[in-house]
């Protein structure tokens, strides 16, 4: 079995794959910060209560966007595992050319997506991924990472307004009823939602219409991705698991290579 691991800004997920099947998958929040004695500990307490034993763990893969918990997170592993991590940057195999102005400015999670994307859907494919913030990307028939657009996630969004603001109250982030909202709270849920739309859609065409693709295959990931595609008809396919396939994908071109070890 392996176990990947995607660090956001505001959740870690992890995921179990037994070949090519997903056993399980939890996630922590990535904002208070632990040692490495707490995720082993944490990670092992997840383990068991999917009955996994850590001896059953036969390789590791992190993906992040937060390189201040990198060396705790890899040295749980190391310890509590007994397994060094492959770590997704540069030097790693992952089938995929960046083919961008600065490739070291991609970030892991993008690339992540990339792989899988074209793994599975082929290419081109623009994948919107529905995190902290919400990235939409092209991978190309060629296997390249060729543009990317990086907006303010919902949640982002949410926070800025509430915390910006003297009176406006934070709001459970859904969809309202109606966007003609007549009180404070869907006023908000409206603003934040129907805007995320509207965002979407106008970007995918966008997208579609400067790359000369406007059948291009869009595949959306993330938290929220499952709310916004049922509401966007230019998104062809949820993949809520798209980051923890494509982190797989990537540690099996690299198994047969000693993991190096992590810098930060």
């Known amino acids: 079995m392996v176990l990947v691991i995607d660090v ?38 997840m383990l068991h209560a999917a009955s996994i034993t850590r001896e059953a763990i036969e390789g590791v893969i992190i993906g992040s966007v937060v390189p201040n918990v990198m060396h705790a997170l890899t040295s749980a592993c190391i310890r509590y595992l007994g397994r060094q991590p492959y770590i997704v940057g ?15 400015e991609i970030g892991p999670d993008l690339i992540v997506d990339s792989v899988a994307a074209y793994e599975i859907y082929g290419g081109p494919t623009l994948v919107v991924d529905f995190g902290t913030a919400t990235t939409y990307t092209i991978v190309n028939e060629r296997a390249e990472f060729c543009a990317g657009v990086v907006c303010p ?17 934070e709001v459970e982030i859904k969809k309202p009823a109606s966007i003609l ?26 997208m579609r219409r400067e790359y000369g693709a406007p059948d291009m295959k869009v595949v959306a990931t993330g938290g929220l991705g499952r709310l916004i595609s049922e509401e966007t008809e230019e998104i062809d396919v949820y993949d809520p698991d798209l980051t923890l396939t494509g982190l ?4 099996e071109k690299n198994r047969r290579t000693k993991p190096a070890a992590e810098s930060d």
């Open 8 to 45: 956001g800004n505001t959740n870690m997920t992890y995921g179990v794959w037994d070949g090519e099947k997903l056993v399980t998958s939890f996630r922590q929040t990535t904002q208070n910060p632990h040692t490495s004695d707490e995720y082993g500990t944490m990670i092992l307490s």
């Open 90 to 104: 540069p030097g790693i195999k992952t089938g995929i050319s960046i083919i961008t102005e600065n490739p070291r």
């Open 153 to 169: 996630g919902i949640r982002i969004s949410a926070a800025a307004l509430t915390g910006g603001t003297a009176k406006l109250p």
């Open 181 to 206: 909202a007549q009180e404070t709270v869907s006023s908000i849920q409206a603003g934040l939602i129907y805007g995320q739309i509207g965002q979407t859609k106008y970007i995918i065409n966008e």
């Open 248 to 251: 797989r994908l990537i540690y």
